[in-house]
């Protein structure tokens, strides 16, 4: 089982530049995809990006692309989200979530949150105009 934790939230203002990072505990996390969401209040998770197992696939939602890179260090059981030129409609929990063998990433269903087998508790990010 992983148990996943986020760090790297904060406040900081439109135009700034944020690096998220999630580590997992478990002993198998070569063994997931690894994607992160973002939770506005009010509303529903949304995708922001995925990267496979062996980092040599990733995928990005529309709302950041272009804007956000996903990174994985597999002998450090991390991964990171690098966030750019952030906007205040950025503002959100941030979390990650692990996909067991790639399996949502390949069958193209990585957009929806019910296919992800674990997820970490988020961080907050807020983005002043």
């Known amino acids: 089982q992983e148990q996943l934790v986020e760090s790297g939230g904060g406040l900081v203002q439109a135009g700034d530049s944020l690096k998220l990072s999630c580590a997992a505990s478990g002993r198998s996390f070569n063994l997931y995809a690894m994607a992160w969401f973002r939770q506005a209040p009010g509303k529903g998770r949304e995708f922001v990006a995925i990267?496979?197992?062996?980092?040599?696939?990733?995928a990005y939602g529309n709302s950041m692309k272009g804007r956000v890179t996903i990174s994985r260090d597999n002998a450090k059981n991390a991964v990171y989200l690098q966030m750019n030129n952030l906007r205040p409609e950025d503002t959100a929990v941030y979390l990650c979530a692990a996909d067991r063998l790639d399996r949502a990433f390949f069958n193209d269903v990585y957009h929806d949150p019910d296919q992800y087998d674990y997820w970490g508790q988020g961080t907050q990010v807020t983005v002043s105009s």
């Open positions: 990267i496979s197992r062996n980092g040599g696939s990733t």
